[in-house]
């Protein structure tokens, strides 16, 4: 798929770049080169191929899922600018 400066100017556009009209051209042919890439990205057989996070195997750190003592309310609604009935207060967002 090749894509011309119309295309070009009109996707630098909608991306909010500027761009001015004699950089059309080589950007409508590095638009073009990505395409192409991609195209080419879909004929490689990926059957089997488990999707992977990172090249390297490795586990993400976890912490112990234990319960904690809690019980800290007083504490938490203590730098609250406005604490009702041991809630937070908030103004009231719909009419």
């Known amino acids: 798929m090749s894509i011309d400066t119309d ?14 009209e004699e950089d059309l051209p080589a950007l409508a042919g590095e638009l073009s080169a990505v395409l192409a890439f991609m ?8 059957e089997g191929v488990e ?3 990172s090249v390297t195997p490795m ?3 976890r ?7 809690g019980n800290i309310q007083k504490q938490i609604l203590a730098n609250a600018p406005d604490a009702r009935e041991g809630f ?6 719909v009419e």
């Not at 195209?39 to 990926?46: A, S």
């Not at 937070?88 to 967002?93: H, Y």
């Open 7 to 20: 295309t070009a100017r009109r996707v630098a556009h909608l991306a909010r770049i500027a761009v001015k």
């Open 63 to 69: 912490r112990p899922d234990v319960v904690t003592d």
């Open 39 to 46: 195209e080419e990205l879909n004929e490689v057989d990926v």
């Open 51 to 53: 999707p992977m996070t």
């Open 88 to 93: 937070f207060a908030v103004p009231k967002v």
């Open 59 to 61: 586990r993400l750190k």
